[in-house]
């Protein structure tokens, strides 16, 4: 567990990916990072909308692909809600179309999962203080 003595700024990170391995490996990956604590985790849509509202995380990372819903519809419809967390997407395509949507929906961030555990670490401390992250080759 990350201190706040230490960290006293933790990121809290909800997670939404729909492969289970992935999602394994990201609440690993999230869990070694001293200035995230993840506070949930999971795998379609609906999930994330209940989760947000449940949990109120500082930042969501939410995959693009989704089962019952795309990662851009749950952009929408956080968008009609006047507390929505800072999101980072999260995908392996790099889309200039689906960049552009995400961003125009009210996504702080993109990250290819391509990327590394540091991008990572950046990422979600880049759009929890309001700034805007691209992994690079997302434009």
């Not at 999230?30 to 604590?37: A, H, N, V």
């Amino acid at each position: 567990m990350p201190n706040s003595a230490v960290h006293p700024n933790i990121v809290k990170v909800l997670l939404v990916e729909d492969h289970a391995v992935v999602r394994e490996g990201l609440v690993s990956l999230i869990g070694f990072l001293p200035e995230c604590s993840l506070v949930g985790a999971v795998g379609s849509g609906a999930e994330a909308l209940s989760a947000v509202r449940a949990l109120r995380p500082d930042v969501l990372l939410l995959d693009i692909h989704l089962p019952d819903m795309s990662g851009l519809e749950v952009l929408r419809r956080l968008r009609a809600t006047h507390d929505a967390p800072a999101t980072l997407v999260l995908t392996s395509s790099d889309s200039d179309h689906t960049i552009r949507q995400a961003l125009a929906l009210g996504a702080r961030g993109y990250f290819l999962k391509g990327s590394g555990a540091e991008a990572l670490a950046e990422a979600l401390q880049c759009v929890s203080l309001g700034g805007r992250y691209l992994s690079p080759g997302g434009q």
